[in-house]
């Protein structure tokens, strides 16, 4: 059928299709899917379709059964997860009760169950995100899929983003952390709060001698943070830097003062501009 046909179905006959549209679509995991799949996300609030995808995800998952867990997958990642607020708290006790699902049962510590824990954790953070408006936090793991959301649609001011900006900047340390980006990112909505606890991170990071969480907190900065007074606090952080490894034949020290340096150098070209204009 095409999009116009089941758009248009009854809210029943449509909902009956529902199963089997995920399952022809269920190894596309995190991807948006399909047309069908978006059709599904666009009558979601119908409910004739919340009645079914919640039977879909209510639905046991039999252990190492690929073909179901993922059609869990599918409906959770690629229909629930973009859903809007209002359309996802009619998902609240499907939700409730995947999260609840045990499977301690399963023979087999494999990828399979690996996915399927990932997917129950998510399913209990995506209904806590439903059941309170206010909720807001920064991924305690790495599999956390829900977090990033909160933090995108709960938080608005640097003033209410300063708290959670010490965890985001705990991620900052490992770029092969999944959370490693979307944090970043969150911190560079406000770059000049940012930059104030950026320098507080590199103080510690230089106490610590660790090179690599020196690097991407001074890379953030230059990144992110526009050159400016708010680069001023961090600055005899980045020049002590430079003090303890200048002269160091470590290739990664190195490579690290020079970095340090280029930072160092585009603020006094900042400076000596400022100066000219005044």
């Known amino acids: 059928m095409n999009r116009e046909q089941l758009t248009t179905l009854d809210e029943r ?10 399952w022809a679509d269920r190894e596309t995991l995190f991807e948006d899917g399909s047309e069908d799949i978006d059709i599904i996300r666009c009558r979601a609030s119908e409910p004739a379709t919340v009645e079914t995808v919640s039977t879909v995800l209510t639905s ?16 959770l990642y690629s229909v ?20 609840a699902f045990d499977i301690s049962g399963f023979s087999h ?38 977090s990033d959301r909160t933090l995108t649609e709960r938080v608005h001011t640097a003033e209410e983003m300063r708290p959670y900006m010490p965890e985001l900047f705990d991620w900052l340390v490992d770029a092969n952390n999944p959370p490693f980006r979307p944090c970043r990112d ?8 940012a930059a104030i606890v950026a320098a507080e991170f590199l103080a510690k990071a230089n106490e610590e001698k660790d090179t690599e969480y020196q690097h991407f907190l001074i890379d953030f900065v230059y990144d992110c943070v526009p050159v400016g007074k708010s680069w001023m606090p961090m600055r005899e952080h980045v020049q002590a830097l430079v003090k303890e490894l200048e002269g160091s034949s470590d290739e990664d020290d190195e490579e690290l003062v020079g970095e340090a340096n280029e930072w160092l150098a585009r603020l006094e070209q900042w400076k000596a501009l400022r100066k000219e204009q005044d």
């Open 13 to 22: 006959v449509f909902a009956e299709k529902v199963p089997t549209m995920l």
């Open 60 to 75: 046991a998952i039999e252990d190492e059964d690929y073909d179901t867990l993922r059609v869990h997958q599918k409906a």
């Open 80 to 99: 629930l997860f973009k859903l809007s607020l209002a359309k996802l708290r009619p998902y609240r006790p499907a939700l409730a009760a995947l999260a």
């Open 109 to 146: 510590r494999s990828s399979h169950y690996a996915q399927t824990s990932i997917l129950i954790q998510n399913a209990g953070l995506l209904e806590r995100f439903a059941a309170d408006s206010k909720a807001v936090w920064v991924s305690k793991d790495k599999f956390d899929m829900v």
């Open 186 to 193: 969150q911190l560079a909505r406000f770059p000049e709060t």
